[in-house]
């Protein structure tokens, strides 16, 4: 088992910045790869950024160049330093894990609220 907290949204002006953390916890040696998803209002969910277990980073093109993901394994935490921020990023954003070593392959996060006004 896999749980995992994200923290860190709020409430931004357009162009302003946050990050958001996910703390992981539970059988952390499975987990393999890990991103940051979002659903926005009456939107499916998509991915927006993942990172390896090697640390290999992929992007959905809306947001490359102004977000970064990032991983601390000391800390067992996953982050999304989101820069230049725009109304459409406003999202529930989630946390996810893959564990492939598992039963259950994926994990999620509860999700955070983002809202960036105009």
């Known amino acids: 088992q896999v749980q995992l907290v994200e923290s860190g949204g709020g409430l931004v002006q357009a162009g302003g910045s946050l990050r958001l953390s996910c703390a992981a916890s539970?059988?952390?040696?499975?987990?393999?790869?890990m991103g940051w998803y979002r659903q926005g209002p009456g939107k499916q969910r998509e991915l927006v950024a993942a990172?390896?277990?090697?640390?290999?980073?992929n992007y959905a093109d809306s947001v490359k160049g102004r977000f970064t993901i990032s991983r601390d394994y000391a800390k067992n935490t996953l982050y999304l330093e989101m820069n230049s921020l725009k109304p459409e990023d406003t999202a529930v954003y989630y946390c996810?894990?893959?564990?492939?070593?598992?039963?259950?392959?994926?994990?999620w996060g509860q999700g955070t609220q983002v809202t960036v006004s105009s």
């Open positions: 539970g059988s952390i040696i499975s987990i393999n790869a």
């Open positions: 990172i390896t277990s090697g640390n290999s980073t």
């Open positions: 996810n894990a893959y564990t492939p070593t598992l039963r259950r392959l994926y994990y």
